[in-house]
T-cell receptor
Framework: GAVVSQHPSRVICKSGTSVKIECRSL??????MFWYRQFPKQSLMLMAT?????????EQGVEKDKFLINHASLTLSTLTVTSAHPEDSSFYIC???????????FGPGTRLTVL | RKEVEQDPGPFNVPEGATVAFNCTYS??????FFWYRQDCRKEPKLLMS???SGNEDGRFTAQLNRASQYISLLIRDSKLSDSATYLC???????????FGRGTSLIVHP
């Protein structure tokens, strides 16, 4: 299957700082990228869907001003957690898909810990 | 009612056992169905798609029942390495915004 990378894989930061997570599709052009959050022992929760060159569509309850998503190219999407707080500590996973493929390809995830 | 429901388990079975998971979905217009596997602290990985006619991949068999709106995953001859969380994924409608179930935990013991 296609390869999706995420960077960083793990980040520990102080409360109030902003953290940027990158998601890259390495061998295909991703027309759509998804951002998920997963708390321990819970299911993946879709945060937002982004299409290249357009604004992200956020799920209900997800603050768009706190979780900034940029999908500037067909191979890169970024999620910025602004003014992170301990309750934002979670496993953030991106996935990418192409309109011609009936499958999502997941990145390895980023584990965020806010102290 | 949640859009996609799964029994969270855990299912605790011995090696060699056969185990089955069900997943129900609420939207009758759902078009695509998948089983993903997620290991602890890792990303989900596609295990298999689920087709209307049912499909098999080695020890894994997936089936779809549109009338009752559920999909199933059968694992035969369980291995220790099958221990993971199995996620049911349903694609609702025409736009590709998949919905994940909360997952079913499987523990295979010696």
């Amino acid at each position: 299957g296609a390869v999706v990378s995420q960077h960083p894989s793990r980040v520990i930061c102080k409360s109030g700082t902003s953290v940027k997570i990158e998601c890259r599709s390495l061998d295909f052009q991703a027309t759509t990228m998804f951002w998920y959050r997963q708390f321990p022992k819970q299911s993946l929760m879709l945060m937002a869907t982004s299409n290249e060159g357009s604004k992200a569509t956020y799920e209900q309850g997800v603050e768009k001003d706190k979780f900034l998503i940029n999908h500037a190219s067909l191979t890169l999407s970024t999620l910025t957690v602004t003014s992170a707080h301990p309750e934002d500590s979670s496993f953030y996973i991106c996935s990418a898909s192409h309109r011609d493929y009936n499958e999502q390809f997941f990145g390895p995830g980023t584990r965020l810990t806010v102290l | 009612r949640k859009e996609v429901e799964q029994d969270p388990g855990p299912f605790n079975v011995p090696e060699g056992a056969t185990v089955a998971f069900n997943c129900t979905y609420s939207n009758s217009a759902s078009q695509s169905f998948f089983w993903y596997r997620q290991d602890c602290r890792k990303e989900p990985k596609l295990l298999m798609s689920v087709y209307s006619s049912g499909n098999e991949d080695g020890r894994f068999t997936a089936q779809l029942n549109r009338a009752s709106q559920y999909i199933s995953l059968l694992i035969r001859d369980s291995k220790l390495s099958d221990s993971a969380t199995y996620l049911c994924v349903v694609n609702m409608g025409g736009s590709y915004i998949p919905t994940f179930g909360r997952g079913t935990s499987l523990i295979v013991h010696p």
